[in-house]
């Protein structure tokens, strides 16, 4: 399908396959059919299931629950990145892109950093990262004994070849 500008969605690839830890738990969702990410959930509730929030104070880390399990299809993996809205108030996955290997099983729990000068509020059900399929590419590791400085700029590092 086209959309007004002329972009195709792609067809179905993998498959995120996702267990519910409790039947509150709100599943992933994509905010439209052209979005890569799938959005996840903060799952927040008191022992007597109501509703809750979770402070994230300046310059801190916390973690979130979502009350689920995910596992990609075979040949791909999990990689958790931050949305733009929570970004564009200082709140982004501390470890992103978070990697979730494909023989994790437990609860997906989200590191939310917040580096802003205010504590920030997170509530259940806010989005609070979205989740992007990946294939999984091994590689082989050898040892290399070509001198590095061979190659051109060696120790020039950052900012060498100009802004």
Same mark, same amino acid.
């Given at each position: ?9 792609? &067809?179905?690839?993998?498959? @995120?396959?996702?267990?519910?830890? #409790? ?15 799938? #959005?996840? /959930?903060?799952? @927040?509730?008191? +022992? ?10 300046? &310059?801190?880390?916390? +973690? ?11 040949? /791909? ?8 809205? $929570? ?16 023989? *994790? ?6 590191? $939310? ?7 920030? *509020? ?8 979205? $989740? ?16 590095? #400085?061979?190659? =051109? ?5 950052? =900012?060498?070849?100009? @802004?």
């Amino acid at each position: 399908m086209r959309s007004s500008s002329g972009y195709t969605a792609p &067809k179905p690839g993998p498959t @995120l396959f996702v267990h519910r830890l #409790d039947s509150c738990a709100k599943l992933p969702t994509r905010a439209n059919e052209y979005a890569i990410g799938l #959005d996840v /959930y903060a799952f @927040l509730l008191t +022992e007597n299931g109501k509703a809750t929030s979770r402070a994230i104070h300046q &310059k801190g880390v916390t +973690e979130v629950r979502t009350g689920i399990s995910v596992r990609a299809s075979e040949g /791909y993996f999990i990689q958790t990145h931050s949305r733009s809205g $929570l970004a564009k108030k200082g709140v982004f996955v501390a470890n992103a892109p978070g990697i979730i290997d494909p023989d *994790y099983s437990g609860e997906l729990i989200i590191l $939310l950093f917040n580096g802003s000068f205010e504590t920030y *509020y997170v509530s259940h059900e806010h989005r609070i990262a979205q $989740l992007i399929l990946s294939p999984i590419c091994r590689c082989e590791v050898v040892e290399d004994i070509t001198r590095p #400085d061979s190659f =051109g700029r060696a120790d020039a590092g950052f =900012g060498s070849t100009g @802004l």
